[in-house]
Nanobody
């Protein structure tokens, strides 16, 4: 069992930045691949970024490439999402998730554990 707790969300203006954190706890939590997903109001949850447990394999959604950076610190059991040049369309609840290595990194069904989410609101 892995527990995930996100933090760092908030209300910012377009062009600003935020850094989300996801603290993981539980058995072998540092060996899981991790991902970030987001769900805008009234829309479905979508993939944002993922990182392997060694941080050697990273994927991004096209909509965030060049603006967002995912990273992890296994010593702290924490995954980060640095979000720069934020846009109003980035407004969503952001979720951290953990999956067993080897599963499709961009599909939500690949992930076994989810955090409660953190709200990010970007005003224009």
């Amino acid at each position: 069992q892995v527990q995930l707790v996100e933090s760092g969300g908030g209300l910012v203006q377009a062009g600003d930045f935020l850094r989300l954190s996801c603290a993981a706890s539980g058995r072998s939590s540092s060996s899981y691949a991790m991902g970030w997903f987001r769900q805008p109001p009234g829309k479905e949850r979508k993939f944002v970024a993922s990182i392997s447990w060694t941080a050697g394999v990273i994927y991004y959604a096209d909509s965030v490439k060049g603006r967002f950076t995912i990273s992890r610190d296994n010593a702290k059991n924490t995954v980060y999402l640095q979000m720069n040049s934020l846009k109003p369309e980035d407004t969503a609840v952001y979720y951290c998730a953990a999956r067993v290595p080897g599963r499709a990194p961009t599909s939500s069904v690949s992930y076994d554990y989810w955090g409660q989410g953190t709200q990010v609101t970007v005003s224009s």
